[in-house]
């Protein structure tokens, strides 16, 4: 069975909306889990309205924790999760029929080679849409995942993994842990230790609507643009977000460390070591090691901060 994990916080607006798209999808064998995050608005109520409705499909999980942000909240979620494989959803958007069968699909066939003990995380394209669900004209190049790096080096930097078109299955979910204030997306959290001790898997198809609308937490943006690359390259802050990348490296070691392949252990060490060196050195660290962000304007500002 697949549980679609759907973390809610005052998503009344297009809740109803998404919740016909999981009910529609063409692989039945399917269970919706459901935490809200003590939501102010209606959300509550069309929860408890489908949940009656569809009582052999729908969950809702009720207790008194206030995450405070969709990554415990999710987090959370997997701790519910009992299902063969779990798949993320966010509240706003919209999935084609077909997206729950062509991902598991996909993992079936990599369970084939790899094994199901071996933790694998699937991952699939998105069509931008507005808040209507029109298409938005973005070209691929300028989102922020074009370039699909599954590989952990690349990974430790950057997250190329949108979690709304994320599939996991029990080997890879069952150790994604407690909620840790160094983990700053549970997609990125889930991408980087699954691309360390098993494989993440691109698969090149758009199989859901990912809305913009404005209030989003994580949203879709043109990261080719002028004033984009040009924010980024003298955004300040770019040093802090380099800290938070080796305090959640350190995480990453401290939790699964002992269970790594050689390689992946010898790369998060070699990573872990960067900051101990010299601006020279930790910029010659940083090539050697491939720990590199997608595009020139990206590297130059990991270079320029680090």
């Given at each position: 069975m697949v549980e679609i994990l759907l973390a809610t916080y005052n998503g009344e607006r297009y809740l109803a909306e998404q919740l016909e798209s999981l009910l529609s999808q063409s692989e039945k064998n399917i269970r919706i889990l459901i935490r809200d995050d003590g939501s102010t608005d209606g959300t509550r109520g069309i929860l408890e309205d489908y949940a009656q409705k569809y009582p052999e499909k729908i969950r809702v999980i009720c207790d008194q924790i206030r995450c405070g942000g969709p990554t415990p909240n999710f987090m959370e979620l997997v701790k519910h999760a009992a299902g063969e494989y779990i798949m993320f959803c966010d509240q706003d958007d919209v999935w084609k029929k077909e997206?729950?069968?062509?991902?598991?699909?996909?993992?079936?066939?990599?369970?084939e080679t790899r094994g199901t003990d071996c933790p694998l995380l699937v991952f699939s394209d998105y069509i931008v849409a507005d808040a209507a669900l029109n298409p938005v004209p973005v070209r691929e190049k300028q989102l922020q995942v074009y370039g699909h790096r599954t590989d952990f080096r690349h990974l430790l930097v950057q997250n190329y993994v949108t979690g709304c078109t994320v599939m996991m299955n029990r080997a890879a979910y069952r150790l994604m842990?407690?909620?840790d204030p160094r983990i700053r997306m549970h997609d990125w959290w889930a991408a980087q230790y699954v691309s360390a001790i098993g494989e993440v898997v691109h698969l090149p198809e758009?199989?859901?609507?990912?809305?913009?609308h404005g209030d989003n937490?994580?949203?879709?943006v043109n990261v080719r643009s002028f004033s984009y690359r040009i924010g980024k390259l003298m955004d300040r802050n770019t040093r802090y977000n380099?800290?938070?990348?080796?305090?959640?490296?350190?995480?990453?070691?401290?939790?699964?460390?002992?269970?790594?392949?050689?390689?992946?252990?010898?790369?998060?060490?070699?990573?872990?070591?960067?900051?101990?060196?010299?601006?020279?050195?930790?910029m010659a660290a940083l090539l050697k090691g491939r720990f590199l962000k997608g595009d020139m304007v990206r590297i130059l500002g990991q270079m320029f901060y680090i």
């Open positions: 997206k729950v069968r062509r991902t598991l699909q996909v993992m079936a066939e990599k369970e842990g407690d909620y758009k199989l859901m609507y990912y809305r913009q937490v994580v949203s879709a380099l800290k938070l990348n080796f305090a959640e490296a350190r995480l990453l070691y401290e939790r699964f460390g002992s269970i790594m392949p050689e390689d992946s252990k010898n790369a998060l060490e070699e990573f872990l070591r960067i900051p101990d060196f010299s601006k020279p050195r930790r």
